[in-house]
C-alpha cells in the first residue's frame, strides 16, 4: 500500500472503499475476455488439451486471487471486532451444545488457521472453554471460513456454497459434542492442563473506519501473501485435470458406484497441506469431469480440517490419543457427509 493511498485512507476511507470496490469489479469483469486473448496469442489450438488448460489457467489464477483479496480484506475489517479475547469471551459460560453451535459459527468469521492452532488453543484452555467447544471451533475455524464459502458460491452457486456451510457447522457442532462427551481432558499435555486460569473478560477498543481499513490490509498482506503458491498450485493440478483427465477415469474413480471413493478420498485429503483457496480449484476441475460430489466435498473436508501439518502442531498441546480421537471423529463424520450426499444426489 502506498504512501498516498495510505493518506486517502485516512482522509476518505469511505470514498477509498467506494472507488477500490469499482476497480475490482471492473478488472473481474475482464477475467474472459482477457484469457480468451492470452490463449488466441499462443500457437496452440483453442480446442486441444493444452489449449483448454492454458484457459482454465489463465482465467481461474486471477479470478481466485481477485476473490481472495476481495474476500479476506472485507473480512479482515470484519475481524477487527472478533478478537481472540472477544472470541474467548463469547463462549465461556454458555451451556454445551449450545456453546458447540456457538464457537462453530464463530469459526466463519474468525481468522485463524492451522498455524495458530496453538496459542489459540491453550487460550482457550486458560479461558475455561470447554475442551469440546473448543474442538467445534479449531474444526469449523479453517473448514468453513469466509474464503472457502466465497469462493464456492463464485464458482458453483449458492446451492453448493450452503451446503458446505451447513455440512461443515455439523461436522464440527457434532464432532466437538462427542470430544466433549468423552471427557479427554487428562489427554491435554501436563504443561496445558497446569497453566494459571485467566479471565475471559476483554477491554473494547474505539476502532475507526480507517483503522478497519487498515485491517483489512494487513489481512491481504498476511494471508494472501502465504497463500498464493497453494492457489497456483491448486489451479495448475485443476487445469491439468480440466485439459487431460478423461471424463470416464474419473467418474469411475470418484463416482457414485465407487463405494470406496469416500473413504479413499478422505485417506488422500489428510496428508494433503493447503486450504480453501488452494483446493477449490482442483474440486472444480473434479466435479467438471464427472467426479461425484459427496465424494469431492469429502476430500475438500479432508483436506481443509484434518491436515497432517496441523497435527503436528496441536501434538505439542495434545497426547496422541486425544489427536488420534480427534482425527477418527472427524473424519467419521465427513465420511457419513459423503455417503450421504452420493446417495441423496
Not at 136 to 147: C, D, H, K, T, Y
Not at 186 to 205: I, N, Q, T
Request: hydrophobic share 60%; glycine share 8%; aromatic share 12%.
Amino acid at each position: 500500500m502506498t504512501t498516498l493511498a495510505m493518506r486517502w485512507t485516512q482522509r476518505n476511507p469511505t470514498a477509498f472503499l467506494v472507488v477500490a470496490a469499482l476497480l475490482w469489479w471492473g478488472l473481474y469483469q475482464s477475467l474472459i475476455p482477457a484469457s480468451e486473448a492470452l490463449v488466441a496469442a499462443l500457437p496452440v489450438a483453442r480446442d486441444s488439451h493444452l489449449g483448454g488448460a492454458l484457459q482454465f489457467f489463465f482465467y481461474d489464477t486471477p479470478k481466485v486471487l481477485l476473490l481472495l483479496t476481495g474476500v479476506v480484506f472485507v473480512m479482515g475489517m470484519v475481524n477487527s471486532y472478533f478478537t481472540p479475547e472477544r472470541t474467548r469471551a463469547l463462549l465461556v459460560g454458555r451451556s454445551e451444545g449450545v456453546a458447540n453451535m456457538m464457537a462453530a459459527s464463530l469459526g466463519i468469521v474468525t481468522p485463524f488457521c492451522s498455524c495458530s492452532a496453538v496459542p489459540l488453543f491453550i487460550g482457550f484452555v486458560q479461558a475455561g472453554v470447554p475442551l469440546g467447544v473448543t474442538f467445534s471451533f479449531l474444526i469449523s475455524a479453517p473448514m468453513v471460513n469466509e474464503v472457502a464459502l466465497t469462493l464456492l458460491f463464485s464458482l458453483f452457486g449458492w446451492k453448493i456454497a450452503a451446503l458446505y456451510l451447513g455440512l461443515g457447522l455439523s461436522v464440527a457442532v457434532v464432532a466437538g459434542w462427542i470430544i466433549g462427551r468423552l471427557k479427554m481432558e487428562a489427554h491435554l499435555e501436563d504443561w496445558v492442563r497446569d497453566m494459571p486460569k485467566m479471565s475471559a473478560g476483554f477491554e473494547a477498543a474505539e476502532t475507526t473506519l480507517a483503522d478497519r481499513v487498515q485491517a483489512g490490509f494487513a489481512s491481504v498482506r498476511d494471508i494472501v501473501g502465504k497463500v498464493w503458491p497453494y492457489i497456483l498450485a491448486g489451479i495448475a493440478i485443476g487445469a491439468g485435470i480440466h485439459g487431460w483427465v478423461p471424463e470416464d477415469f474419473m467418474a469411475s474413480f470418484m463416482g457414485k458406484d465407487a463405494w470406496w471413493s469416500v473413504p479413499l478420498a478422505v485417506l488422500i485429503g489428510v496428508p494433503m497441506y493447503t486450504n480453501a483457496a488452494g483446493v477449490i480449484p482442483i474440486v472444480q476441475a473434479l466435479l467438471a469431469k464427472g467426479a461425484a460430489l459427496g465424494t469431492v466435498l469429502a476430500f475438500m473436508m479432508s483436506v481443509i480440517a484434518l491436515s497432517l501439518p496441523e497435527m503436528v502442531i496441536l501434538r505439542k498441546v495434545l497426547k496422541v490419543r486425544l489427536i488420534a480421537t480427534f482425527i477418527g471423529v472427524v473424519a467419521t463424520g465427513i465420511m457419513i457427509v459423503g455417503f450421504v450426499f452420493n446417495w441423496v444426489l
